[in-house]
């Protein structure tokens, strides 16, 4: 059994939502040309909500309200958009193998479907504890997050435990922005990570130290390089977790960030790979012509660094790369260029919100009051200086024309004659330029 499509988008997150938006805006009707296979239940929804307004105690989103392109003030795509627009969606499917030569996938249910141009959006998986040696799975009380079914799981495992005790694992965006949502659902929480601060992928130390003080502040408590060797269990649920110093942490609850790795194993062996996923040119083109990756599965060259490639796991990035690509597709004329993509990060915690624009690369330069405040909103960032030149640029509660200012600091790497200077100046450099 098989069908046939002009274009099959395999995966079903973020990228593949703004992808099927850009087909209709392109191509207007796609009837019956285009189809997106998701292992997911439901139609693509931004990712993001589910380590924020998901968590709440109070007032939480749940779908259909955080479909794709909610987050960025575009259409509210339902399950009813895509069929009002031809587009198939096959949902709880998974793909279990590809033959690029073939242009067909095979389906956990036997079927084949074959394109003639595939967009591979395949996101990435969360790490298991397992793959660092210490044993996590089937534990009723151990959660990761990735999609709405761990979001779910989440958030019946936080109300099972009131004003109990969470261990959480890792120091990066998952464990900071669940430990922030724990905080608020008033569960005690103990963060467990091996470096020397978190966020350690962007933060410097200086701008850790502020986010670690707020946190202590809200009565989280930090257990810095250290690494979880085991899990006490008792009738299906973790009750402690064992450090490898010995230390015994009482849990009654656990979430684990401890990093993601792209979904690239269909196409190993058939696609060049670079820095863990699919390698794709400025039009994001894979090594076959017929295929092209976006999101966090695709390896892209970056033009505002030298065209060094680079894989971002970052919700802007896969908007952007996923309408590049169908632009691309979708060009008659040849007037589509290479994408031109400012790198972008940003979180929020508790009532704190930061930004970061380019590359964390050469010097840090700090500005405003990095001392966590009495009450007052925190302002402060910094700027990465690279040859003379601002590459890289972050700021916490910035405005709207803060952040856009900091954006096109960074864009246009603006020339920094007098470091120090720079310092002095701190926002006013941006915003006065
Ligand atoms: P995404 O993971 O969204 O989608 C991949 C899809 O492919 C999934 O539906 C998956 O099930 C499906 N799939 C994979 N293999 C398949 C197969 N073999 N067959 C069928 N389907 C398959 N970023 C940011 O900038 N700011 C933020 O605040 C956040 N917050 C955030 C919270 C949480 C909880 C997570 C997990 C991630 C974020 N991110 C983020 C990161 C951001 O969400 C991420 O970069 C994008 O979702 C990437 O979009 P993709 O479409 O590439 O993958
Ligand atoms: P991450 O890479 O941000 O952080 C991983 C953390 O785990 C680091 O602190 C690391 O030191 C720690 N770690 C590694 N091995 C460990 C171990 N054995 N024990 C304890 N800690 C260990 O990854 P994440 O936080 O898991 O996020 C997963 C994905 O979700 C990433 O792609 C991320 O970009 C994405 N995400 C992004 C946002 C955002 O952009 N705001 C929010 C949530 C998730």
């Known amino acids: 059994m098989g ?85 198939v969606l096959v949902l709880g499917t998974r793909v279990i193998s590809a033959d690029v030569r073939r242009k067909t996938l095979l389906t956990s249910s036997g079927e084949t479907i074959s394109y003639k141009t595939l967009i591979v959006a395949t996101g990435a998986r969360a790490l298991k504890l397992e793959e660092f040696g210490a044993s996590s799975s089937d534990v009723r009380n151990v959660c990761y997050l990735r999609n709405l079914g761990d979001a779910d799981k989440l958030v019946d495992v936080m109300g099972s435990c009131p ?49 670690e003080s707020y946190y202590t502040s809200k009565g989280v408590i930090f257990v810095k390089e250290a690494s979880v060797t085991s899990m006490e269990i008792s009738a299906g649920k973790v009750t402690a977790v064992m450090l490898g110093d010995c230390t015994r942490l009482p849990a009654d609850m656990v979430v684990v960030g401890v990093g993601a790795r792209a979904n690239t194993g269909l196409f190993e062996g058939q696609l060049i790979m670079e ?67 400012l790198p972008f990060f940003y979180s929020r915690l508790f009532s704190l919100s930061w930004q970061f624009y380019g590359d964390n690369a050469g010097e840090a330069v700090h500005f405003g009051d990095l001392a966590p405040g009495d009450g007052a909103a925190p302002k402060f960032g910094a700027y990465w200086v690279r040859e003379g030149r601002i590459v890289g640029a972050f700021l916490e509660g ?27 100046r701190g926002l006013a450099f941006a915003t006065q330029a």
């Open 3 to 87: 069908r046939a499509f002009v274009y099959v988008i395999l995966g079903g997150g973020v990228a593949a939502g703004y992808a099927a938006l850009e087909f209709v805006r392109r191509s207007g009707d796609s009837r019956d040309k285009l189809c997106i296979i998701s292992d997911e239940q439901v139609a693509p929804y931004e990712r993001p909500a589910l380590s924020k307004g998901f968590l709440l105690p109070q007032g939480a989103p749940r779908l259909p309200e955080f479909h794709t392109c909610v987050g960025a003030n575009d259409e509210l795509l339902t399950k009813e958009w895509y069929s009002e627009h031809g587009i």
């Open 163 to 211: 004003c109990g005790k969470a261990v959480v694992v890792g120091g990066g965006y998952i464990g900071m922005e669940c430990a922030a949502a724990l905080v608020t659902n008033k569960i005690n929480v103990t963060m467990v990570f091996p470096g020397k601060h978190c966020m350690n992928r962007i933060f410097t130390p200086k701008i850790a130290e502020f986010y």
């Open 275 to 341: 820095k863990g996923g699919i390698n794709v040119n400025g039009q994001m083109q894979a090594s076959d012509a017929s295929v092209y990756a976006v999101g966090d599965v695709a390896a892209f060259p970056v033009k505002l660094f030298g065209g060094n490639v680079r894989r971002l796991e970052h919700v802007d990035c896969a908007r952007r790369t996923a309408r590049h690509a169908v632009a691309a597709i979708l060009d008659a004329t040849g007037s589509v260029g290479d994408i031109d993509y």
């Open 398 to 424: 910035g405005s709207r024309q803060e952040n856009e200012s900091i954006a096109a600091t960074v864009r246009h790497g603006a020339a920094v004659p007098d470091v120090p200077e720079l310092g002095r």
